[in-house]
């Protein structure tokens, strides 16, 4: 019997998970990471509390069976559990004081108009006829534009895009407010269609998180591939020819039969040596932003009255002169755990964090969904056919819920399925 292939699986993500556990019964699998764990945005930090361990997550935290199938699948497959939390979500304007939940947005006219003030009135307003419009809108094909063209055509007001829009998409698409305007608007409605319908602001979405936190899932992936698995290893070079690729990093050079390029578009671009053309075109463009997310435990960045906290609570104030929206996860409800110690994830904040409060801080890059990033979608998996090299990562869309599932964990696991899959139709195997 001739031995298995030999696969280079470059980025411990899940895209590259997603690849090498698809890969698992037909090839040799060396899973290389820069970092000193497996995971990427899987990244969960455990401490000890309340007489046990908590799983923290600091990225990737939340999914639903709906627009995370195939994600879901691994789930069932591997016995990962998970846990449905008690969605909603908090505004709050440290300028002027508003402060409203999702509960806020589903009642009637009549309950908001006797109930509060004007500027929350306005506010309900137009978000109700933002998602009636928007949704008729793309029914018809008229929202291939950016968001921010979107708005101005449908003469939306500041205060619903500071009071609503900017904030809820800061979290969707982990992007700081200036990008938002950027994304296109059918990407952020079709989002908004799938998470939306039985309550404005995804209330009664069945959102969920992974039981002991996302690295309970990655341990699983981890002994069902049992790869090589080479920690604080970056690939400095891909090298690719017609019999294989060449892998190198700081211990030399290395030859594998196939690789899998499980990193983001623009590291990809970085390390890929003589691209092909279809390479070339797809990754020159994409983009990219930086944020600095500390997980702690400073409860001042939230509004004093905590019976208002929420899982997401979105922040909006004015610093210098300028403008600043944020977003905090609360991580006790989203996890669903009981514990003394409040646990919070903030990406960007715009107020300093306590040092002595500060767990741990990560740098994380997440891909800028703007046209350029739609349009290549069209044609994004034909990039991996017949090539010795295959690149996957959330750039690319799942195929199963169409061009705007981009950037999400469905999209990166869904881009490591159908890399190994056309590795597999590659190499004969079914
Ligand atoms: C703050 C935040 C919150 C998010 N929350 C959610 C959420 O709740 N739900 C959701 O669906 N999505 C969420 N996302 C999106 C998330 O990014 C994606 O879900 C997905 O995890 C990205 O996976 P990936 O495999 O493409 O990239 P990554 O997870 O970033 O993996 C890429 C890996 O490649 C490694 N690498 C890079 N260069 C090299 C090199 N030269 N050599 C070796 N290794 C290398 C990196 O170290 C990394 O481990 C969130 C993102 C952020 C930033």
Not at 319 to 343: A, I, M, P
Not at 403 to 418: K, L, N, R, T, V
């Amino acid at each position: 019997m001739s031995a298995k292939p030999s696969i280079a699986v470059i980025g411990s993500g899940v895209a590259g998970l997603s690849a090498a556990y698809g890969l698992r019964a037909h090839a040799s699998i060396t899973l290389f990471e820069r970092d000193d764990r497996v995971g990427g945005h899987a990244s969960t930090v455990e401490v000890e509390d309340a007489g046990g361990t908590l799983g923290l997550d600091t990225a990737f935290i939340v999914f639903n069976a709906p627009a995370y199938p195939n994600l879901t699948k691994l789930f069932d497959e591997l016995g990962v559990d998970s846990l449905k939390l008690r969605s909603g979500f908090n505004f709050f304007d440290l300028d002027d004081g508003m402060q409203y939940g999702s509960e806020q947005l589903g009642l009637s006219e009549d309950e908001v108009t006797a109930r509060y003030p004007d500027g929350f009135q306005n506010t309900w307003r137009e978000v109700r006829r933002f998602h009636e419009e928007a949704r008729r809108d793309f029914l018809r094909k008229r929202t291939d534009l950016p968001m921010g063209e979107y708005l101005d055509r449908g003469g939306y007001s500041e205060a619903f895009r500071h009071g609503y829009f900017i904030l809820l998409c800061t979290a969707v698409w982990s992007v700081p407010a200036e990008l938002i305007w950027e994304l296109p608007a059918t990407t952020v409605i079709a989002f908004f269609m799938a998470h939306d319908e039985g309550g404005l602001g995804g209330r009664e979405v069945d959102w969920r998180t992974v039981a002991g936190g996302s690295i309970s899932y990655v341990r699983k992936v981890i002994a069902a591939v049992d790869p090589k698995v080479r920690l604080n290893e970056p690939v400095t070079e891909i090298h690719q020819d017609e019999d294989g690729v060449v892998v190198t990093t700081a211990a030399g050079t290395e030859r594998f039969d196939y690789a899998v390029v499980a990193t983001h578009a623009d590291q990809a671009r970085d390390l890929l040596q003589n691209p092909t053309p279809a390479q070339q075109q797809l990754l020159e463009p994409l983009r990219y932003n930086a944020s600095n997310v500390e997980l702690h435990t400073d409860a001042s960045v939230l509004p004093v009255d905590r019976s208002q906290w929420r899982p997401w609570n979105y922040g909006k104030v004015t610093l210098d002169g300028q403008l600043r929206t944020y977003v905090t996860y609360y991580l006790n409800q989203l996890h669903g755990f009981t514990s003394e110690q409040d646990y919070f994830v903030s990406p960007d904040s715009p107020f300093p964090i306590a040092n002595e409060k500060v767990i741990k801080t990560f740098h994380y890059e997440h891909p800028i969904i703007d046209l350029a990033m739609r349009n290549a979608q069209q044609t994004i998996y034909r990039v991996n056919e017949g090539t010795r090299l295959k690149l996957c990562g959330s750039y690319f869309h799942s195929k199963q819920q169409y061009y705007d599932q981009i950037g999400s964990h469905e999209a990166a696991f869904s881009s490591g399925m159908e890399a190994a899959a056309q590795l597999r139709r590659e190499l004969g195997a079914t």
